[in-house]
């Protein structure tokens, strides 16, 4: 058993196998309203992973004994395609979407103005189309802008991403191979100035291990948000000709 | 004009007093709450590029019955909050058994939201001249955050439309746009608002909507 573990190895030439860095995310892509019937929708590419998020509401609470008078509640449903996966996943709700949605909606809740809309429903659609690790990081980076392109006000945005460690090595955002295989995964959502509302992990870290993988993580999800903000801003930018206006990023 | 793109969290000022609509305060500094463009006056104003309609008190809308209950027409005012139309909101007296009478599943009205209480029941008002069922001319849908350049400051755009058009056009807040008139002038004012509506976030469209009207007629006659 030993040896096998012995002969993976996670990196070559100081360089994780799909050419990485230890400190470095995988490539980012994110296209903005992607979907006309919903009411924001944004599509993510983190690596190979490929996520849809859409967001439908303020709207109407059916059933109707969820709805609460004072706020609006929050949905969120994560979702794997049944070919996202290699072998292929059995088709609808499992123990672990249901954990997904959970954690991701309580990833985002804390931002959204939710007694803004009394007696209605938010609802968050998250669905993978390809899965390789790091899909709840990207289902919340998605849900976030899609949040955003909504028009749902919001405190700020949300931005994930995770670390881990493999080989005895702390390593950002782990793609499959080194999730599977790896020894830590600690997924990490926080808002641009720093607050984090989601902490996962998985494995053992020692403390000092810890508090490195998370400054790695968090400064992954800062790395995030700037792209996550370009592309709403380059969104408007489609809709008018003329050059747009940076502002100051949220330091 | 100063305006800006800006996503929610983006800080705008250093100065709470300057907080506006679409913006809060934390720490004594104003930041975005939503996906839109930053006005920059006196106070910072964050305008949507998208979102639902939410009822205030004194909106004109346009709505469509849905339901009707023992003293209440239902009124779908396309937002997350249904209208009530109570019977005694109705311009003159009727009995309730004869509520369809007057106004049926389907029909289409010019109303006004007389109030909104803290849990969204959304009361509605036909009395007021200009208020009333719908029985001619056309509705089209726009997006409600594109409703002030429709109207323009002051009204500048709406009432120059009304005048070139020779239409009579009713704004609703939540959207909902009542024209009527001839049927060239009627395809003429849904082409030009449909324009207004694309181009919402421009500069100096009021200008350049007069260039197009006149381009447009200079093309019919």
């Known amino acids: ?251 | 004009m100063d305006r800006k793109v800006v996503v929610p969290g983006d800080l705008l000022s250093e100065d709470a007093k300057r907080s506006g609509e679409g913006t809060f305060v934390k720490d004594g500094k104003v930041y975005s709450l939503l996906y839109g463009l930053a006005n920059y006056k006196d106070k910072i104003n964050v305008i949507p590029l998208a979102g639902k309609y939410v009822p205030a008190p004194g909106d004109n809308v346009i709505g469509v019955i849905k339901d009707i209950t023992f003293s209440n027409w239902i009124v779908d005012i396309n937002s997350p909050y249904d209208g009530l139309l109570h019977i005694s909101e109705f311009p003159k007296r009727i009995e309730a058994e004869e509520m369809s009478k007057y106004l049926r599943m389907g029909s289409s009205i010019m109303t006004r939201v007389k109030d909104v209480d803290p849990t969204m029941k959304v009361e509605l008002t036909l009395n007021d001249r200009k208020l009333g069922s719908i029985r001619t001319g056309r509705v089209i849908e726009i997006s409600h955050t594109r409703v002030p350049r429709l109207i323009g400051k002051g009204g500048s755009m709406i009432s120059m439309l009304k005048k070139e058009m020779n239409c009579n056009i009713f704004v609703g807040q939540n959207g909902m746009i009542w024209i009527s008139g001839g049927e060239e002038e009627m395809d003429l004012a849904l082409k030009t608002i449909l324009l207004i509506e694309k181009e919402a976030h421009t500069n100096g469209l009021t200008d350049r909507i007069v260039e197009f009207l006149k381009s447009e007629k200079g093309a019919r006659s």
């Open chain 1, 1 to 251: 058993m030993d040896m096998d573990e012995a002969e993976i190895s996670f990196f070559k030439d100081g360089l994780r196998l799909d050419g990485r860095g230890a400190d470095q995310i995988r490539p980012i892509k994110i296209e903005v309203g992607v979907l006309a019937r919903a009411d924001g929708s944004c599509y993510v590419e983190m690596g190979k992973n490929k996520v849809i998020a859409a967001v439908y509401g303020p709207r109407e609470v059916h059933p109707r004994h969820l709805q609460e008078v004072t706020r609006a509640i929050v949905r969120y449903r994560y979702n794997m395609a049944s070919f996202s996966v290699e072998e292929r996943k059995r088709p609808g709700p499992d123990r672990r979407s249901h954990e997904l949605s959970k954690v991701s909606r309580e990833a985002l809740e804390p931002v959204i103005l939710t007694s803004y809309f009394p007696r209605s429903v938010i609802d968050v659609f998250v669905e993978v189309l390809q899965a390789d690790a790091g899909t709840r990081t990207a289902g919340i980076n998605a849900a976030s802008v899609a949040l955003a392109d909504a028009g749902i006000p919001m405190k700020s945005m949300i931005s994930s991403c995770a670390a881990g460690k493999v080989g005895d090595t702390l390593i950002m955002d782990p793609m499959k191979e080194e999730d599977n295989f790896g020894q830590a995964d600690m997924p990490v959502a926080m808002t641009p100035s720093g607050e984090i509302t989601l902490l996962q992990m998985d494995g053992r870290l020692s403390q000092e291990e810890f508090r490195q993988a998370l400054q790695m993580a968090m400064r992954g999800c800062r790395e995030v948000y700037e792209i996550q903000r370009k592309s709403l801003l380059d969104k408007y930018s489609q809709l008018e000709s003329e050059p747009v206006q940076e502002v100051q990023a949220l330091e």
